[in-house]
């Protein structure tokens, strides 16, 4: 059992932290065109928001979304709760709300195969999908009727209809977070050539940082359902990213198929969520052990192209 918690953890830490890479790219390039002061603001206030603000009451949030009937008492003590009607409540949500996420992370690793510029981390399948963007919507259109379809057939605990609500939220959310995610590209550009405020630097960063934060969040739930894990886990990997921040983060972008090694184990743990939804039973270790696989190998095909580089 504890063994197991802490594969958990260091799972969702290392998710956290490689997911959000470009968070900490983006972060550096704004704060480097700040104020000392603010620049300490930021990392030492920002954290708080991060850790405990951001990532401490989303998992909560996104329970408390998809048990609306719970009380704002019981949604936070619902992982402690012994209470049956509590437990009744979780249990049959648990398929909603991982069929959401599945079909979010889904969509997201989609949408960077087909469209998103990258390092080629496996040249002839990315090169070919990059090739076929203008498929991209088309796909995940398709994508979403299978996956209803077949929640239409599942015989779910609270019916046939939520679970397809699931999915339908899934795709709302990718929906929602891409376009604060493009807005957020638009506005680092002005922030970087103009004379804006501090101030509202400060704020670009909070909502950028909450925007990415929803994905390792959603995330976190392929790899446990239990809140107090994923607000260690989640909370250490914030913590590691406002490190790489402050100190590593040119040498982190050196190690250029990091983001193919966090975009892969989002396939891998959306399919996971979906897979759990529909009833199948996989071993929590299956996440964790798998993040630790997919980026370690595309962590060693970078080291080998730095080194390569650098003779």
């Known amino acids: 059992m504890i063994f197991s918690a802490l594969l958990t953890i260091l799972g969702l830490s290392l998710f956290e932290t490689i997911s959000s890479i470009d968070n900490a790219v983006i972060n550096a390039e704004?704060?480097?065109?700040?104020?000392?002061?603010a620049r300490q603001w930021f990392l030492t206030w920002?954290?708080?928001v991060a850790v405990f603000i951001v990532r401490g009451l989303l998992p909560f949030i996104v329970i408390w979304a998809f048990n609306p009937t719970l009380s704002v008492f019981e949604v936070l003590s619902a992982t402690w709760s012994s209470n049956p009607l509590v437990q009744s409540s979780m249990?049959?949500?648990a398929p909603i709300l991982l069929i959401a996420g599945g079909v979010f992370l889904l969509f997201l690793f989609l949408h960077w195969l087909f469209l998103e510029p990258k390092?080629?981390?496996?040249?002839m399948t990315e090169k070919f999908f990059m090739t076929q963007g203008?498929?991209?919507y088309a796909v995940i259109s398709v994508l979403l009727v299978v996956i209803s379809y077949l929640s239409l057939k599942r015989n779910d605990l609270m019916g046939n209809n939520f679970l397809v609500l699931g999915a339908v939220v899934g795709s709302s959310l990718f929906f929602i977070t891409h376009g604060f995610k493009q807005n957020a590209e638009e506005q680092e550009k002005n922030l970087m050539s103009s004379t804006r405020s501090d101030v509202s630097k400060l704020f670009f960063l909070e909502i950028i940082d909450t925007t990415f934060s929803i994905d390792g969040v959603l995330g976190a739930f392929a790899f446990t359902l239990s809140v107090p894990l994923i607000l260690i886990g989640n909370g250490l990997g914030a913590l590691i990213v406002r490190q790489l921040t402050v100190s590593n983060i040119e040498r982190i972008k050196k190690y250029v198929y990091l983001k193919n090694g966090a975009m892969y184990s989002i396939l891998v743990l959306g399919i996971i969520?979906?897979?759990?939804?529909?009833g199948f039973k996989i071993p929590e270790y299956v996440s964790p052990l798998c993040t630790f696989i997919?980026?370690?190998?595309?962590f060693w095909k970078s080291r080998c192209k730095l080194n390569s580089n650098n003779n």
């Open 294 to 298: 997919i980026i370690g190998f595309f």
């Open 30 to 37: 704004v704060l480097s065109t700040m104020g000392a002061r």
């Open 273 to 278: 969520m979906i897979m759990h939804s529909f």
């Open 46 to 48: 920002g954290i708080l």
């Open 119 to 123: 390092e080629m981390g496996i040249p």
């Open 134 to 136: 203008v498929w991209f």
């Open 91 to 93: 249990e049959r949500s």
